[in-house]
């Protein structure tokens, strides 16, 4: 079964506008992975938070992580039409094998 | 290379047929993770190499499902027998190390079973 969920399925904004994707997972993690894929092809990797983070930023992303409610959140600030993509949680426990979620499917209209 | 690399990128074959998908991961990095994703799905793991280490292959989904990684570079993931239900796009990653935990991924390869 999957570990991570991402919430919501999809989700369409106007360029200019904040996109908030949320991660919800069962069982305690060690790390969580936020990852975009473009066009269903190879996903490339954002940002990394472990269990003892709480926030971290990249550029125009925010990811913040509540281990108490097992959720993490992902928000792009002012998003841009390239930031269509779809966009993937990957929790990590005690091995190094990542168990991803569904993803959510973000469009971003120009 | 500059990243990991995937072939082919496409792949057709009829059902029964055998097929092998190549992975050359990122020069240096000792882990290697092949992934399945079929459509509007997440990535389902198959199977991961780390180093000269016995490979975890908890994630195969059949016995005709088999996968090597020689001189800990090229992979090779091989499909016997293909079903309809295999088809998917099959993504490679490599990571410098298990502890980096970031991976890099190829652009994979879409195999259609017919």
């Known amino acids: 079964s999957q570990q991570g969920e991402e919430d919501p399925q999809a989700l369409s904004i106007q360029e200019g506008e904040n996109a908030t994707m949320n991660c919800s997972y069962k069982t305690s993690i060690n790390n969580l992975q936020w990852y975009r894929q473009n066009s269903g092809r190879g996903l490339v990797h954002l940002i990394l938070i472990r269990s003892n983070e709480r926030e971290k930023h990249s550029g125009r992303l925010r990811v913040t992580l509540d281990t108490s409610k097992k959720s993490s959140s992902l928000l792009i600030t002012a998003s841009r039409a390239a930031d269509t993509a779809s966009y993937f949680c990957a929790t990590g426990r005690g091995s190094y094998i990542p168990t991803f979620g569904r993803g959510t499917s973000l469009i971003v209209h120009p | 290379g500059a990243g990991v690399s995937q072939s082919p990128s496409n792949k057709v074959t009829e059902k029964g047929k055998d097929v092998e998908l190549r992975c050359d991961p990122i020069?240096?990095?000792?882990?290697l993770y092949w992934y399945r994703q079929s459509l509007g799905q997440g990535l389902e793991f198959l199977i991961y190499f780390q180093g000269n280490s016995a490979p975890d292959k908890s994630g195969l989904p059949s016995d005709r499902f088999s996968a090597e990684r020689t001189g800990g570079s090229v992979s090779t993931l091989t499909i016997q027998r293909t079903q309809q239900e295999d088809s998917a796009v099959y993504l490679c990653a490599s990571s410098l190390t298990p502890e980096s935990h970031e991976q890099f991924f190829g652009p994979g390869t879409r195999l259609t079973v017919l």
């Open positions: 020069s240096g990095h000792t882990a």
